[in-house]
Every structure is written in C-alpha cells, then in structure tokens.
C-alpha cells in the first residue's frame, strides 16, 4: 500500500469535479460522472417529494376515517407517490446515476459511447419531470401508476393526458440509457477484459439496458393510446365506443412487468460488487449469477399476465403465465443462494454498505418469497389488490432496490466524490431504514391476508392497529432516509479524503484517483485477471479509514 | 383496535383449499427464509474479519451444490403450481345447480338482483350451503368484487359479464369490497354479504318482494315490448334463431367457430349482434345498445334462460 501513502502526500489534481466550476459547464457537461451527479441529484428532489406523499399517505391511514385528506387528494397522493417514486427515481437510480458514474470506469474506457445522447436523457428525464411537476400544480392525476381503463380514458377527473405525457418523454430517457450501455459494454472493452472478467455489476446493466430497450417503448404505446382515446374519443379502451378495457391491462404490464426488473437488477449488481469486497472472497458461481441476470431479463418478459389472474382472461391464459412466473422466481433464488455462499470462509467486513447489502438479502428474500403467493393462482385470487401486493411490492423495490442502491452509494461515494463520510451514522442509518421498514410492511402482508384493498384511505375498523403500526414504522425509516441526506453532503467538507480505494476492493474503477479525472485514466488500462480477485486469508488492514 | 386479528374466517367451500395451500407455502416460504437469514448470521459470526478459523477453500466454485439449488427449488415451485392451479380450476367450475343472483358495479355502488326480482344496494343476501353464481357486469369503469371470508375476486367489467361462484360455510355477515381502483370514491364502494339459513333466506326473498317481479318475468315482458319475438318465435322461418334450450348449449357460428351460449354471449348477441352471427341467419338484428339498461339486459338473458325449463318463465331460481 505505498503507492497511496505517496498519493496522499501528492497535491490535489484536477479531477472532474473541479476542472471546471460554471453551472453553465454543468448542465452542457458530456462527462458521464458529472452527468451520473446531476441524475443524483434530481432522483433524490423526486424521492423527497415522492417521500412526502408517501408520508401523507400513511399519516390518512392512522385512522379508519378520512381526516387528514378527502378522498380526491388522498387518490392524488397515491398516484403521483407512485409515477415519482417509478419513473422518475427508481427506474433511473442505480442505471443513471451509479451506472453512468461507473460503467465506463469498470470498463477502462474514457466515457460511454455516446456521451451527447447521455446528457439528452438527461433533459428528457428532467422534461418528463416538468411534465409531472406542472401535472402536481394543475390539481394532480388519480389514476394510480397504472392508468387502468377505461378509468383514465373517461372516468377520471385528473390530468391524465399530462401525466401520460410526461411518462412517455420519461421512456425516452430510459431507451436512450439502455442504448448507450449496450453499446458501451460491447465496444468499449479495455484490452483483456473478456465477458467473464466483467463485473457483475457490468453484467446486471447489460440485462437491464436490454428490457429498457425492448419494453419501454410499449409503455410509450400504450400511454399514447390512452392519449388517443380522452382527447379524440377513438374508442380503443372503452367498450361504449367499441374498445377493450382489458386491453390496456396487457399493454401496460408488458412493459411494467419487464420494469420491475429494469428496477430489481441493477440493485443485484451492487450486491455482488459490494457482499465480494467486504467478505474479501471471489463471487461464488459468477456464471451463474451473470446468467441468471439474463434470465431474468428474457423470463421476464412472458410473466405480465400474472397481474391479471382475475381480470377475466381466460382460465388457460393464467395456468401459463403461473407457470412461467414460477421460472422466472428460480434465478432470483439461485441469486440469493450464491451471495449467501460467498459469505463462506470470508472476512466479513460490518461497514455500511454491507450491512445495506444484509438488509437486501432479507428484504428481497421476503420480497421474493411473497411474489410465489401472487403468481400461484389460487393464493393471487385472494391476495391481489390488497395490501399484500402493496407490501410485497415495496419488500421488492425498496427493501431490494432502495437498499441496494444505498449501499453503492455508500461503496463508490468515496470515489464519486473523494470524500469519506461517518461511518457510524451510516451504519445506524442502515438499522433504522431496516427496522423501520419491515415495521411498516409487515404489518401490511397481514392487512392483505385480512381483505383490507389497495388505495383504501376509509377502511374498517377492525384494519386500524396493523395501519397505525405501520405508520409508525414509516416514522422510523422516514428518519434512516434523513440521515444520509445530513452526513453525505457534510462529508464533502469535513469528511477525510478518501484515496484511491478505500475500501481496497478490487476493479478497474478502484484504481483511478477519487475523484477521477475527466478522462478517467491516464492509459488505457489492460486487465489481466478475474473480477473478485480477492484473498479471503489476509485481513484487509486499515479499510474504510480515508487517509 | 382492542384486538389484532391476522387472518380472515374461512366461511366457504373454496376457502378451506385455499386455506390449506396457503399455510403450507407459508409454511415452506418461512423455511426458506429462515435458512437464509440463519446462514447469513452464521456466516457472518464465524467468518467476521480477523476470526481465526480455517479458511482454506478447496476451489472457489461448487458446481454440485449450484445444481442442487436450482433443481430443488425448481421442483418445488411446480410442484406448488401444480396444486394451485388444482384449486384455481375449482374457481371456474360453477356446480350446475348454482343459484344465480345478477350483481353491477357502478361507480360507487353495488346493486344486486335475485331472479325473483328482489333488488338490494351494497348488500348481497345469500343462502348457507348453496352454491351461489355472480353474473356481473359494470355501468362504467373496472370494478371487482372481493369477499375475503370466501376468499373470492373477480374483476367486473363493463360491456361484458363476468362470474363468480362460491358456496358459503356459514352464517354470518362477511365484508363485501371493490377491490379494483375505481376513482374518488373507491373506498366507499363496499358493503355486506349476509348468509342466511335456506328459510329463513326464503322468507327474506319474499317479504322485501312486494313490488318487483321475478326477473324473467320482466324479461319476457321486454321480449315482447321490444320486439324480439317477432324474429326470434319457434318454428321454421323464423329470421333469428329460436331461443328455447339455447342457453348453455354450444352454438355453430358462421365461418365455423363454435361457441358456449354462456351469459356473455347472449349480451353481446343483443348489444353487438353482428359479432358472432349463428350459422344459417343473415345478420339482420340492429343493435340494442343505447336502448337497454343493464337491469334490462339482465332480466331477458334470465327470460332466454327460463326457456330451458320446460317454457316456464315463472319458475325462477
């Protein structure tokens, strides 16, 4: 480790982040790092605001009657608690902020391959952002995230077309990411570094880049069609002018289905770059966690009919798409059962992200578990549209995704920004979110089991101590959110510097200074050895200290 | 908020092989989540960061092991498929002697109707042990309706019907939801199922009944009012196909399809006649769309239904 002793001694070097200083070279910046930094910044505005309907929202629920809200807001609230914390903070958040700081630095390369499409995902995420933020002012939407018809084509009383606007400029972003990572992975390879030297990480946004690619221009179809049918009345979802309702149900999870994953798997990615560097072990099964990202991304596209056991499609239509939900289950599983084995004769290391990364796997494991009692048919029948669904959709999205993604930014935060933060209000912000999330949740896979619905904000009474339960968890993982927002920025003045890897953890990335320079590296790197080359013998002194 | 209740009653036939699976995938999802969280904290006891404990890996990868997880939960998931959908198929088949009670969602109300023509509002009457059949429809949006005692949900839909059956357990009064977003008032559009002893359901049935008529008996006055007889009558030359015993019978449709004369059928062969026209006719019958109430559409489906006992239209339920 002498070669950090001598970088700490060395003066500063520009780096990307000081290069240049206007906002004017900010917000016209190629550099995929500060481009990954301007998505950090506006998903966490959204996840604010999403956050505070969400707390709305459980505030109502303390009571069986409409106190806080009447009904009109509190569907409001829902809504766009939904579309924010979706399209605007969980579809982008690992892909667009830590894939697009990292991807070309796991790979040696200088940027990804279109750096001017990035920044104009960029401004069409900020445009669909717009679109949603003047949606919030004109009164809001209550159609939930899902527009169901013929609801959102006649029925509602909220700015659907607004909204749909907003979701269909927001996709474009999202195709746009995914098109410039596939490229990327494929063309801009360092020098030795093959497909199975890639970083899972790599691997994880390979798959997703494919969906986004693939299914997002579905949603683009279907808002559009909603579009077509209020303003024009041309009758495609509204049976009294000639449409399909169910229709729209098809469309829409074709794409949203797909979308869980576009969600769930670059928070897998994390989890195998961070559970290898603080276990000091090789992933064990590498291949088949690659693959099983694959999987996923194919599997996942034959399963969205799950959504609609009790739709009224047809009785075989069902039995099929249980069926194949079931497949798709099996490489999440082999997911979790291959990080649980590369904890085995490890060095296990108790820094933040990875006790995030423990959070994940119990988190995504209920999560996961609880999605077969919603793909086997019979159990669904009574499960769906309850909050079970609820439950077991934020056990996925947040208890997996949201985890996931604090802990790559508690991993690479030190190399985005050269700054370490405190380590112990990290990992007392991991506990808190973790107890407060599963005291929020829980109490809601019961609630389902019991008949409370969805989007209830008058319920009966015999529903109220599970809702007050989770309220008060909400309360409390509400205050493990605060604290990275307090002890992450404070970092960036009084945190140590960081080195070049402070966690020494292996990967192209690890090698370049933090904050990196403009170009990344000086020489194009070449690599010579697997991913994870990590000795599970030695004891690695001195992590996570900064220098 | 005294008590903490987790689990429904299980008040109906389907609910006790429902109840079953489900305890045993619970059982089985706890196992495995158990297995987990126990090795993650093992490991992470014994393999803490300096702990002195052998260390040595025979080689990184197990190939053996990789196959055994994947093949064990594999089968294990179709197995767990395989008897839902057992169970799922039990949902769909309605026992022949189902009773039926005609139900439609409107924005933000249920309104029911016996086929003696009693008519309720979020409140649903229906006999203990008897197998009871939903024929639903929507004046607007999606509704579905959720009994969480029976373990029953289905979605309604407009301009089709949709159907559920069940057969209650017990008597009691359970909770009756709309489990699909409707718009504002969601939450409110739900009410109660009363299940009753068979008299005393009988009783019930008639006494509220002093002004409505059986609902085939309305159905056959629309029959006439609105002409239909005057095509659909018995004998050869009619212009539209006679209706008697059609229902439930399969239906040979011109370019060769064939079809179920179920209830949806007979409603889109009134609202939307050239759809699926029965081999042999020209398709000459305008669309009633626009001149028919849903209550309406009911009342002759149940009428075309009655022709199958014996031409007595009275003889409802």
Known sequence: MSTQIAEADALPRPNYLNVKRSILSWLLTTDHKRIGILYLISITVFFLAGGLFAALIRIELLTPQADLVESDIYNRLFTLHGIIMIFFFLVPSIPAVLGNFLLPLMLGAKDLAFPRLNLLSWYLYWIGGVFAVVVLLQGGVDTGWTFYTPFSSFASNGNVVLAAAGGFVAGFSSILTGLNFIVTIHKMRAPGLTWFRLPLFVWAHYATSLIQVLATPVLGISLVLIMVERVWRVGIFDPTIGGDPVLFQHLFWFYSHPAVYIMILPGMGVVSEVITCFSRKRIFGYHMIAFSSLAIAILGFLVWGHHMFVSTQAMYTGIVFSILTMLVAIPSAIKVFNWTATLYKGQIYFEAPMLFVFGFLGLFTIGGLTGLFLGLLAADIHFHDTHFVVAHFHYVMVGGMVMAYLAGLHFWWPKMTGRMYNRQLAALAAILIFVGFNMTFFPQFILGALGMPRRYHVYNEEFQLLNVMSTAGAGVMGIGYLLPLIYMPLSLFVGKRAGANPWLAKGLEWTVPSPPTTYNFDHTPVVTEEPYAYDNRLHAAGMGQGE | ?317
């Not at chain 2, 767990?80 to 409107?106: C, D, H, M």
């Not at chain 2, 209650?168 to 009753?196: I, P, Q, R």
């Not at chain 2, 398709?283 to 626009?290: A, V």
Request: glycine letters at 8%; one cysteine or more; a negative charge.
């Open chain 2, 1 to 317: 908020m005294q008590n903490l209740p987790i689990y429904p009653e299980q008040a109906s036939t389907i609910a006790r092989d429902f109840d079953l699976f489900l305890f045993v995938l619970l059982g089985l999802s706890v196992f495995f989540l158990g297995l987990i969280v126990l090795l993650v904290v093992f490991f992470s006891i014994r393999y803490r960061a300096g702990s002195r404990v052998n260390r040595e890996l025979k080689s990184p990868d197990n190939y053996k092991l990789e196959i055994f997880w994947t093949v064990v939960p594999t089968l294990l998931v179709l197995l767990l498929f395989g008897w839902s959908t057992k169970i799922y198929f039990n949902y769909f088949r309605v026992p022949e002697n189902a009773q039926e009670i005609f139900v439609t969602g409107k924005q933000w109300m249920w309104k029911t109707q016996h086929l003696n023509g009693r008519r309720e509002i979020n409140e649903l009457h229906v006999p203990v042990n008897t197998p009871i059949k939903l024929t639903m429809t929507s004046e607007d949006v999606i509704h579905s309706l959720f009994v969480p005692e029976f373990r029953v949900k289905k979605d309604v839909l407009p301009g089709t019907y949709s159907t559920l059956w069940f057969e209650a357990t017990k008597t009691g009064v359970f909770n009756l939801f709309c489990a699909e977003y409707c718009g504002t008032e969601h939450a409110l559009m739900k009410g109660n199922v009363y299940v009753m002893e068979l008299p005393e359901y009988q009783r019930w049935l008639e006494e509220g009944n002093t002004g409505d008529i059986a609902m085939a008996s309305s159905g056959e006055h629309l029959f006439n009012r609105m002409g239909c007889v005057v095509c659909h009558r018995e004998g050869s030359g009619a212009r539209g196909p006679a209706l008697t015993g059609l229902f439930g019978s399969e239906v040979q449709l011109t370019g060769g399809e064939t079809t179920v004369a179920d209830e949806a059928y007979l409603r889109e062969s009134i609202m939307n006649p050239k759809a699926h026209v029965v081999a042999g006719y020209t398709p000459l019958m305008p669309t009633f769309e626009g001149q028919l109430s849903q209550d309406d559409i009911a009342q002759l489906i149940s009428y075309i239904k009655s022709l199958d006992d014996a031409g007595d239209p009275g003889s409802a339920s």
